[in-house]
């Protein structure tokens, strides 16, 4: 009898193994493939401004783009980044890591190398090299300090999952796919190509599929072609033109050559900047998915994207461009084709997808100040040089600042500087942030020592400079910029403050395990990796702070 026992015991073991092997051997309902896109400057406002324009949800059995996450699955309405600056590499590399600066150490796109004594880029790494025959400098994880969810689940799944990221920056595609992944590609837009470096590719040679895509020269259908209005002239009439830009004709709002007609560098250059781009970059993600058979695996798969088109153009033209609405509108078609193509590749209801940005943007200042009188200021004058020549009137002549001026928020005092005169770091400081706070444009500044003291008050805000201080790698000031300030020259904008136009983003999710609905608390972007991590049933990413959405997984919440 006992003997029975156990051998029904057994039995009953094998049958849930099995199960658990038609469920993708992880998890109990684990989506085959998540995909995450992050809209690069896709402010959540656009969501709902050019909502009259985007596809229904779905259409003859094929599903839409925007309307389709929306009405079809989770959304927030209040979704913020939690960190400053709110920039690409910071921002990419909190959305699958659920860290924030101060723990992942990217403090920026750029920022000091005190221990090596020089600038460095987020994610240089002169200890490999560039795969793909690029002119690129060569780019790595290395200096992403915690883990991401594609790293995790490699962990998790032995390897067998696979791990994708693309896009045309290559801080976005790394930061986004972390260290683990299989394939991390970005473009060279000195020649058009596809390139990795040898962190990813050790044997030197890019996968097949992008080899090929390479030399099919896809990236050159678009010769000779201009960026045209996708939407009939009328469609575009609560935008306006950017300042100072000429008029094409009374009726098109704009058009836009790309190059000079020739396969050169003008071209490659130009083409990320216009809608063109745009579909290039789609046609890219498509060929990844049938070629890497994501979601076709025993185990779940992620695919990571970034469309840095969308910042390439919202800086050149502002949010109130008809070329930022043309480009939005675009974006919608082409997730539609892609979720479509998804359908018949995986089943898109077995697909987790997240959408959402790595940041904001700041409208045109010349729009906002000269036509609609709001305060709004372009700062051309170098903060650091005038907080430098203050420091020079106190203390003496000398070499203040280390490096390339302002860093983002941060400023670099020289240390050898202030010993050599005696001086101590901390009254440097203090002189240095009066200094900048002193300034047209500056909010305020902070020090290092107020920063790592608590000495920060308790506006629900400084909670963005307290996450975007890195104790080891941050710089002796930071520098917060005023509402409506924008530090830099030219016609365009920018973003990386504390503000909501820089911080406020939208969060779709839709795919198995996911929860229909709309959802007003305040979140975070740090939340997408705990959540995504609960639906692969895999541990947090090492460097999460975030919680997860818990609305989204159906386990209510505010």
């Keep these: 009898m006992k003997l029975m026992k156990g051998l029904l015991g057994l039995s009953l073991v094998g049958l849930s193994l099995t199960a658990l092997g038609q469920t993708n051997r992880i998890g109990v309902h684990p989506p085959k493939l998540v995909l995450l896109i992050s809209i690069d400057q896709f402010r959540q406002d656009y969501i709902e401004r050019f909502a009259p324009y985007y596809l229904p949800s779905k259409s003859g059995g094929k599903p839409g783009g925007f309307r ?18 709110t920039a690409t590499g910071p921002g990419h590399a909190s959305l699958m890591s659920g860290s924030e600066p101060t723990l992942d150490g990217i ?21 490999v090299h560039v795969v793909g025959g690029g002119t690129t400098k060569p780019m790595s994880a290395k200096n992403l300090l915690v883990s991401t969810v594609g790293d995790e689940l490699k962990l998790a799944t032995g390897g067998k999952s696979k791990v994708v990221g693309i896009s045309f920056k290559d801080r976005a595609a790394i930061l986004m796919a972390g260290h683990a992944a299989d394939t991390v590609i970005w473009l060279d837009s000195n020649v058009g190509n596809w390139v990795s470096s040898s962190y990813y590719f050790p044997n030197d040679h890019l996968p097949n599929w992008v080899d090929s895509f390479n030399k099919e020269r896809v990236v050159d259908k678009a010769v000779g072609q201009n960026w045209e209005p996708l939407l009939p002239s009328e469609a575009y009439s609560l935008t306006r033109r950017n300042p100072g830009e000429a008029k094409t004709s009374d009726t098109k ?15 490659y250059k130009d083409l990320p900047v216009s809608g063109n781009g745009q579909e290039f970059l789609f046609k890219t993600v498509e060929r990844a998915v049938d070629a890497e058979k994501l979601g076709q695996h025993e185990c779940p798969d992620v695919l990571v994207v970034n469309l840095a088109t969308n910042d390439y153009v919202g800086h050149r033209y502002g949010p109130d461009s008809p070329e930022v609405m043309d480009v939005s509108v675009r974006t919608d078609r082409l997730l539609s ?34 036509l609609n009188r709001m305060p709004s200021v372009r700062i051309t004058s170098s903060v650091a040089d005038q907080v430098a020549t203050s420091l020079s009137k106190q203390f003496g002549e000398g070499k203040w600042l280390l490096g390339d001026g302002l860093y983002e928020q941060n400023l670099f005092l020289d240390h050898k ?12 400081e203090k002189a240095a942030a009066e200094a900048a706070s002193n300034l047209p444009g500056v909010y305020m500044a902070f020090t290092r ?12 805000w400084t909670q963005m400079v307290l996450n975007g201080y890195n104790p080891r790698l941050g710089g002796d000031i930071m520098v917060i910029e005023a509402p409506g300030a924008l530090f830099g020259g030219g016609t365009g904008t920018s973003h990386g403050t504390a503000w909501a136009y820089d911080s406020h983003v939208p969060i779709l999710l839709r795919g198995p395990g996911i929860t229909k609905g709309i959802f007003g608390r305040h979140v975070h972007t740090a939340d997408i990796a705990s959540t995504l991590c609960h639906l692969l049933g895999i541990e947090y990413p090492t460097g999460n702070i975030g919680h997860p959405l818990s609305e989204a997984l159906g386990a209510g919440g505010g």
Excluded at 344 to 361: E, F, M, R, S
């Design 253 to 267: 709002p704009f058009s836009h050559r790309l190059g000079t007609g020739k396969a050169d560098k003008a071209f």
């Design 449 to 460: 020592s107020r920063i790592l003291n608590g000495e920060v008050p308790g506006w629900d």
């Design 68 to 85: 389709f996450l929306m009405e079809t699955g989770a959304r927030y309405l209040d979704a913020h980044h939690n960190h400053i600056p």
């Design 107 to 127: 403090i920026g796109n750029d920022w000091f190398d005190r221990v090596n004594n020089h600038s460095t880029y987020c994610v240089d790494d002169a200890s």
């Design 417 to 428: 500087t202030i010993a050599d005169k005696g001086l101590k770091v901390a009254d440097v």
């Design 337 to 370: 084709e892609l979720f479509t193509h998804l359908d018949k590749q995986v089943g898109i209801d077995n697909v987790d997808i997240v959408l959402t940005a790595d940041h904001g943007v700041l409208p045109v200042v010349e729009e906002s100040a000269g």
